[in-house]
Nanobody, 126 residues
């Protein structure tokens, strides 16, 4: 199973980027897909996740109203539309896939619940 992110880059504050996560070797549609981000020296934090079989989308409070996660099961791809970007959104963004339902713990995404990870794509907002 491989997850390949794309779409990262450098953008000015207030700008937009759209991240894509192409999955190969695994058919999504009955699993959880998530986006995480990490800044050097800090723990990785969950940004958004959704069950690809249908249901709501969880967003971290810091990105609510600015980020939108979507997925296309036929294309086996997940997306993260990021608008109104802020300098504090600067991070390496990772796509992740689980083999089962989405998991939350004390209101946060659970990193260890995901089985497959992409290599990350850098987002820099200045």
């Amino acid at each position: 199973v491989q997850l390949v992110e794309s779409g990262g880059g450098s953008v000015q504050a207030g700008g937009s980027l759209r991240l894509s996560c192409k999955v190969s070797g695994y058919n999504i549609g009955r699993n959880c897909m998530g986006w995480f981000r990490q800044v050097p020296g800090k723990e990785r934090e969950g940004v958004a996740q959704t069950y690809t079989g249908g249901g709501g989308i969880y967003y971290h409070d810091a990105v609510k109203g600015r980020f939108a996660m979507s997925h296309d099961n036929a294309k086996i791809t997940a997306y993260l539309q990021m608008d109104s970007l802020k300098p504090e959104d600067t991070a390496m963004y990772y796509c992740a896939a689980s083999r089962t339902f989405c998991t939350m713990l004390r209101g946060n995404m659970v990193e260890t619940a995901f089985d497959y990870w992409g290599q990350g794509t850098q987002v820099t907002v200045s």
